[in-house]
């Protein structure tokens, strides 16, 4: 009788995470003997906790907040995106050593193929913010084909270490400047945390932006930030942060359970109503 498969999240803290939800969704709906499961390990502990990932019984798992970037520095293996970002969100095991990728620009992309099919016609975007969700997002549209990038964050330092690391498509700013930007964009995208459950709003007046410029936001709680109300108010295309956490999840259950599964209205109606949300995403 075949062994269950095993795969993971880790994090700290992790009660957060809707991963298992996620998971679990698709081992039901695929009826597969797998689980997968929460871990909340400590930074101090996690170097020893993927050290001995080889020989655990784990098929592989994710890491979310605080271990992507550690996790990129201790594995032995990358994958393109994972070496382009500088951060792992998924592992796995080759030839008794840890191998990590990073979906999350993935997940980002085919949100928008989904919710915003003619998104990759643009060429400009502006993207909000230089944290560590930023660089993601970066690859993906560099990845589209995008060919100029506005990076507008609070610390115009941390947007110019961006620029450097990936190109003469990233132009850094200043905040202040967001209305300007917003004009001339295909894409605007809000990579920082305002606007989520508990933070101040993301103010951006979408007067100025085009009749045919989309807004995407990769916060998912709330489901409609006010950033994207507001570009709702203007008439512009939305995606929001949900369907980027549902789509990345797909490459790494494919990896660890041999079956691509598919993200469907009835997985997002299970996170929505999880989130204790009401789903505006459909008439957008």
Same mark, same amino acid.
């Given at each position: 009788?075949?062994?269950?498969?095993?795969?993971?999240?880790?994090?700290?803290?992790?009660?957060?995470?809707?991963?298992?939800?996620?998971?679990?969704?698709?081992?039901?709906?695929?009826?597969?003997?797998?689980?997968?499961?929460?871990?909340?390990?400590?930074?101090?502990?996690?170097?020893?906790?993927?050290?001995?990932?080889?020989?655990?019984?784990?098929?592989?798992?994710?890491?979310?907040?605080?271990?992507?970037?550690?996790?990129?520095?201790?594995?032995?293996?990358?994958?393109?995106?994972?070496?382009?970002?500088?951060?792992?969100?998924?592992?796995?095991?080759?030839?008794?050593?840890?191998?990590?990728?990073?979906?999350?620009?993935?997940?980002?992309?085919?949100?928008?193929?989904?919710?915003?099919?003619?998104?990759?016609?643009?060429?400009?975007?502006?993207?909000?913010? /230089?944290?560590?969700?930023?660089? !993601? $997002?970066?690859? #993906?549209? %560099? =990845?589209?084909?995008?060919?100029?990038?506005?990076? *507008?964050?609070?610390?115009?330092?941390?947007?110019?270490?961006? /620029?450097?690391?990936?190109?003469? !498509? $990233?132009?850094? #700013?200043? %905040? =202040?400047?967001?209305?300007?930007?917003?004009?001339? *964009?295909?894409?605007?995208?809000?990579?920082?945390?305002?606007?989520?459950?508990?933070?101040?709003?993301?103010?951006?007046?979408?007067?100025?932006?085009?009749?045919?410029?989309?807004?995407?936001?990769?916060?998912?709680?709330?489901?409609?930030?006010?950033?994207?109300?507001?570009?709702?108010?203007?008439?512009?295309?939305?995606?929001?942060?949900?369907?980027?956490?549902?789509?990345?999840?797909?490459?790494?259950?494919?990896?660890?359970?041999?079956?691509?599964?598919?993200?469907?209205?009835?997985?997002?109606?299970?996170?929505?109503?999880?989130?204790?949300?009401?789903?505006?995403?459909?008439?957008?």
């Amino acid at each position: 009788m075949a062994e269950t498969i095993r795969a993971f999240v880790a994090g700290h803290p992790i009660g957060h995470s809707r991963s298992p939800l996620i998971h679990g969704h698709w081992l039901a709906e695929l009826g597969i003997d797998g689980s997968y499961e929460a871990l909340d390990i400590a930074p101090a502990e996690f170097p020893s906790f993927l050290a001995g990932l080889p020989a655990s019984g784990w098929a592989g798992g994710n890491v979310t907040i605080p271990h992507k970037e550690a996790a990129f520095a201790a594995v032995s293996r990358h994958d393109a995106a994972a070496e382009a970002i500088g951060a792992v969100n998924t592992l796995w095991c080759e030839d008794g050593e840890v191998a990590g990728g990073n979906t999350d620009a993935y997940g980002f992309a085919a949100n928008l193929d989904e919710r915003t099919p003619g998104w990759r016609n643009g060429t400009r975007a502006l993207v909000i913010g /230089a944290g560590g969700a930023s660089r !993601a $997002i970066i690859f #993906a549209l %560099l =990845d589209a084909g995008f060919t100029h990038v506005d990076l *507008a964050n609070r610390t115009v330092a941390r947007a110019e270490a961006l /620029a450097d690391r990936f190109g003469l !498509a $990233i132009h850094a #700013a200043a %905040l =202040d400047t967001l209305g300007d930007m917003a004009a001339n *964009a295909d894409l605007i995208v809000n990579t920082t945390a305002l606007g989520m459950a508990g933070q101040p709003p993301l103010e951006l007046d979408f007067a100025a932006a085009r009749d045919d410029a989309i807004a995407a936001d990769i916060v998912y709680a709330p489901l409609i930030t006010p950033f994207l109300a507001d570009a709702r108010a203007r008439g512009l295309q939305t995606a929001d942060g949900l369907g980027m956490l549902l789509h990345q999840a797909v490459p790494g259950f494919e990896r660890w359970f041999g079956v691509r599964p598919t993200v469907t209205a009835a997985l997002r109606r299970t996170i929505v109503e999880d989130l204790g949300e009401q789903d505006g995403e459909g008439d957008a």
